[in-house]
């Protein structure tokens, strides 16, 4: 089983988005930051697309890609 990944975005400064990728233990317990964004963006949707490929980089990464449910 592997453990939980939360995407957050955060809007620290007006106008300036970033993503987090924050890993936690099974029970979503003791998150700690797995990923983040090198800079920020722009906007909440480019903050957003890009922690979704982060996110979707790391599952692949870890070996957890989806599989066929049929």
Known sequence: ????????????????FVWRLLQTD???DNPKVL???PDPADTYEGALAAGQ??????????GGG???AS
């Open 35 to 37: 990923r983040m964004a």
């Open 53 to 62: 490929a982060a996110l979707h980089s790391e599952i692949r990464r870890q």
């Open 1 to 16: 089983m592997t453990q939980p990944i939360e995407l957050l975005v955060d809007e620290p400064l007006p106008g300036s």
């Open 66 to 68: 989806a599989k066929n």
């Open 26 to 28: 099974a029970q979503g």
